[in-house]
């Protein structure tokens, strides 16, 4: 599956920002989606996971209650909408997919990956 993530950009802290991912190429329904970010000189970090389904979803501690991860399988979409960001929230945003639950807060655990899109959040 293709992925390709946008709506990053430059964003001041309190503001909001909706990120979207437009998967294709295969059965969307069939992956988990989730949201993953790197911050310069840092690692890869789980943000944010969606089931197949869409009635489970994972997040965090560093965004619980700020930020929302959905999906649309109509129309091969996933999103996060990011909610009173903070500075450290800047990073590179990603998208992945993964066809098993087993390691949903690793980045290893994910077959697909998008691009990245940029997100800043000034203080």
């Known amino acids: 599956v293709q992925l390709q993530a946008s709506g990053g950009g430059l964003v001041q802290a309190g503001g909001s920002l909706r990120l979207s991912c437009a998967a294709s190429?295969?059965?969307?329904?069939?992956?988990?989606m989730g949201w993953f970010r790197q911050a310069p000189g840092k690692e890869r970090e789980f943000v944010a996971a969606?089931?197949?389904?869409?009635?489970?979803?994972y997040y965090a501690d560093s965004v619980k209650g700020r930020f929302t991860i959905s999906r649309d399988n109509a129309k091969n979409t996933a999103h996060l909408q990011m909610n009173s960001l903070k500075p450290e929230d800047t990073a590179v945003y990603y998208c992945?997919?993964?066809?098993?639950?087993?390691?949903?807060?690793?980045?290893?655990?994910?077959?697909?990956w998008g691009q990245g899109t940029q997100v800043t959040v000034s203080s």
């Open positions: 190429g295969r059965t969307f329904s069939n992956y988990i």
């Open positions: 969606i089931s197949w389904s869409g009635d489970s979803t």
């Open positions: 992945a997919a993964t066809s098993s639950s087993w390691r949903l807060a690793n980045h290893g655990g994910y077959d697909y």
